[in-house]
């Protein structure tokens, strides 16, 4: 038992949210946390129904219905998305945010708006969060502890998934994707305000590494952007309408810029970064439509398998799942799923609550 860190590869918008819910299934999660940056994320997932739910602060693992879910201390909590989340998803007897988290204020939200280099420059998603983080650095942020009506939620989140990794299946849910990491991507100023790696993620939450059991690394078959920054292989937008699979931001909405492909090199840098145990390579659908009649791995289209090929040996990890489509079970297993998360041997952590 153990827990599995979902991390993004590229730029984001990949399916974490998806990705993080179907496992959470799979495995029957007792706990997953938010790790990432705050509420710029938008998770969104399709259910058998066509509904779709939308999420940009606690974890779509919220939909096993055996998963509680939190926010780890070091993810920017802004308390109106939070508590509206809980209400829409009427979770609030299994959610909770860590009482350390720094809080996202409307004035920060405001001064976002306002920041013509943040807008007009670097195309933030103008959600406060760059703002707040920088309060926190500053030590001047407001902690969810000191917040009245995120009292009944608030509780250590780092001892919760140390604890529930020890003994049963966790998840991490990483937010935005490597190359939009503050430090790491050589995109700069191009990025995000923190880093979005695996080690990151870990951090975010406080969990002991020796906990991990797996890190699953997201690559999205045609890598998107949103906002400004270098994006290789980008197609022109009337070649991604003549193929009918344009995509908008879940946060704002915008356009997503589209890549025919992921580059290699690049996955293999990030992989370098993160040490992938197993990929997760999304938006197949996207790539080639014939994916989506295909519902066992045997039946695996060849420009699909050419890719799998290609990021196998660019990420050195092997693709564990693919989708074939835009709902929460259109999904092909490539790997034994259970027996996967079930190798891992725990090497032992001390346990102790804060004070
Ligand atoms: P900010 O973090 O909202 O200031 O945005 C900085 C850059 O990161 C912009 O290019 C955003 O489009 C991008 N970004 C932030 N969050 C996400 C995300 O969840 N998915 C994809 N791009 C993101
Ligand atoms: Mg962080």
């Not at 994916?291 to 050195?316: F, H, N």
């Amino acid at each position: 038992m153990s827990a599995t860190i979902i991390v993004d590869a590229l730029w984001g918008d990949s399916g974490k949210g998806k990705a993080s819910a179907y496992i959470a299934r799979r495995i029957d999660a007792s706990l997953a946390v938010r790790a990432g940056i705050g509420t710029n994320a938008g998770a969104s997932v399709v259910l058998e129904d066509d509904t779709v739910i939308r999420a940009r602060q606690l974890p779509t693992a919220w939909l096993n219905k055996n998963t509680e879910v939190g926010v780890g201390s070091g993810v920017l909590v802004d308390p109106t998305v939070f508590l509206d989340e809980i209400d829409r998803f009427d979770i609030g007897d299994r959610a909770y945010v860590d009482s350390r988290c720094a809080v996202i204020t409307k004035e920060h939200i405001r001064k976002e708006i306002e920041d013509q280099h943040l807008n007009k420059k670097i195309g933030s998603t103008l959600t406060g969060n760059g703002y707040a983080r920088s309060d926190f650095v500053l030590r001047t942020a407001t902690q969810a502890k000191d917040v009245p009506e995120l009292q009944p939620y608030v509780t250590d989140v780092a001892l919760k998934i140390n604890e529930a990794s020890a003994r049963s299946h966790t998840i991490v849910q990483g937010s935005q994707g490597t190359m939009l990491s503050l430090a790491l991507s050589t995109d700069y100023p191009y990025t995000t305000s923190d880093n979005c790696t695996s080690a990151a993620a870990i951090d975010d939450v406080g969990l002991n590494w020796q906990l991990v059991g797996q890190v699953l690394m997201i690559v999205k078959a045609m890598p998107s952007r949103v906002g400004a920054g270098p994006l290789p292989h980008e197609m022109e937008l009337i070649d991604i309408e003549k193929r009918g699979i344009e995509e908008r931001g879940v946060v704002t909405g915008r356009p997503r810029r589209k890549a025919d492909r992921p580059d290699l090199d690049l996955l293999k840098y990030s992989s370098m970064l993160n040490g992938p145990t197993g990929i997760i390579l999304t938006f197949c659908d996207h790539y080639d439509p014939d994916i989506m009649a295909v519902s066992s791995r045997d039946g695996i289209t060849s420009p699909l398998k050419k890719l799998i090929a290609d990021v196998e040996r660019a990420t050195g990890a092997p693709v564990i799942m693919i989708d074939n489509g835009k709902r929460l079970d259109d999904i092909i297993e490539i790997a034994e799923i259970p027996e996967l998360f079930n190798q891992y041997s725990y090497r032992g952590v001390n346990i102790g609550a804060s004070h």
